[in-house]
């Protein structure tokens, strides 16, 4: 059950984050399977997991039982005979409910080492999702740097055209060529840029680094904002387990109780005795069975007594800690937030800038019909319209890592 409660958490994450990437979001929830499924850290706590389960089988145990043999060298005489050798079985039992205590405690430290998985693969998602669009960042400034170099070389056929009849100077040429190779240059640096990111996302996912990635080619924001509900970050998996922990403590404590009781021993003594010779009565060398009770009272219980306070002292560090991790929650989400929204403003003012400069770049190609095209003008609006679609990229990048992050913090 626990592991079918795992998959649903993990597809309604997928649902969360894919509602934004539309008909497109096939290959990053393929990618998102292939990390779930390949990555060793995930694989790591999987296996921390079954080990603490497996635990409960080995404390489902009681004491050896203890089983013993002793000859007599000096045979002592009794009225029935010489006593020869002695054979002894005894077998200790703990208290009523100390081994299902036991089991309980085990059983509760492996529930918080569940929530280990839950976390670790909710990270997983995270950065699986935050490097792809880290690509997807990059890969769309590519692609705007080599249409804005395919439009500067456009503007240079024209200045050019306007050097051979006197109406522009080869320092304007000279200019665009020299924009030119600046656009060039970052276009390397972020090719480069790519590669190293590629190598990260192909290692969360176990692969070779060199895998090429697919990415999407466009995104979009939605149109309404995604409705929040922060009352959900208190279900978070990272409190859960904080809440998994104060019970093991509880668990611990009832096993302490029982450590504390008696434990109770049974067992047998057989002892074998030799007939006594030219005598003839009854019980003659008759061996003797002796059954025994024990009782093991722990009278200085100093240890359990302490064992008592110290769980007590825990669990107010466990809700201590919850409580300083539920703040420290709090404030990443509402950064988020407002990061996201922030982005979306970004977005929109940079989608107005650059609309206006298109309308610029359109009067100055009007003017060169005319024959009064500066060619300073060219590039400074070129340069302003670049500076709005890189910034145009980077806030949708920014959108979807905070709503990666507000995902991470939310998500059933």
Do not use: C
């Not at 592991?3 to 096939?26: D, H, P, R, V």
């Not at 109770?264 to 057989?270: N, P, R």
């Not at 359990?304 to 007590?312: E, G, I, L, P, V």
């Amino acid at each position: 059950m626990k592991y079918l409660k795992l998959n649903i958490n993990t597809i309604l994450i997928f649902a969360f984050i894919f509602f934004f990437l539309e008909g497109n979001s096939q290959q990053l929830e393929t990618y998102l399977d292939e990390a779930l499924f390949s990555n060793p850290e995930i694989q790591k706590f999987e296996l921390q997991y079954k080990i603490a389960s497996e635990k409960v089988n080995e404390v489902n145990n009681i004491p050896n039982t203890e089983l013993g043999v002793g000859y007599f060298v000096s045979e002592p005489e009794t009225r029935t005979g010489a006593q020869r050798f002695k054979v002894s079985a005894k077998q200790m039992l703990p208290w009523f409910g100390n081994i299902t205590a036991r089991e309980n405690y085990v059983s509760s430290l492996a529930d918080s080492k569940y929530e280990d998985i839950v976390i670790a693969k909710r990270k997983l998602i995270a950065s699986v999702s935050q490097s792809y669009y880290n690509l997807y960042g990059n890969k769309a400034k590519q692609a705007i740097l080599k249409d804005n170099i395919k439009l500067l070389k456009t503007y240079e056929t024209l200045a050019l055209t306007s050097v051979e009849v006197g109406k522009a100077s080869a320092v304007d040429v000279l200019r665009l060529q020299m924009r030119q190779n600046e656009m060039e240059q970052l276009l390397k640096v972020l090719q480069q840029q790519f590669l190293s990111e590629q190598t990260n996302f192909n290692k969360l996912l176990n692969r070779e680094k060199s895998n090429k990635i697919k990415v999407i080619d466009t995104l979009f924001l939605p149109n309404e904002a995604i409705e929040l509900n922060e009352d959900r970050l208190e279900f978070h998996p990272e409190l859960l387990k904080f809440d998994k922990l104060y019970a093991s403590v509880e668990q611990s404590e009832l096993l302490n109780q029982k450590e504390s009781s008696p434990m109770i021993g049974f067992g047998l003594d057989y002892i074998n005795v030799n007939k006594r010779p030219n005598m003839d009565f009854s019980d003659n060398g008759k061996d003797i069975i002796m059954p025994m009770v024990s009782v093991s009272i722990p009278i200085f219980n100093k240890k359990y007594k302490s064992q008592t306070k110290q769980n007590a002292l825990q669990q107010q560090e466990i809700s201590v800690q919850k409580q300083a991790r539920l703040n420290s929650l709090q404030i990443l989400l509402d950064k988020a937030v407002n990061d996201r929204n922030s982005a979306r403003i970004s977005y929109e003012t940079q989608t107005k800038n650059l609309k206006q400069a298109k309308d610029a770049e359109s009067i100055l190609i009007k003017s060169y019909e005319t024959g009064t095209i500066d060619f300073n003008d060219v590039l400074d609006i070129q340069e302003l319209q670049l500076k709005f679609q890189m910034n145009q990229i980077e806030a949708i990048q920014s959108y979807y890592l905070q709503t990666t992050i507000i995902n991470y913090l939310t998500a059933y």
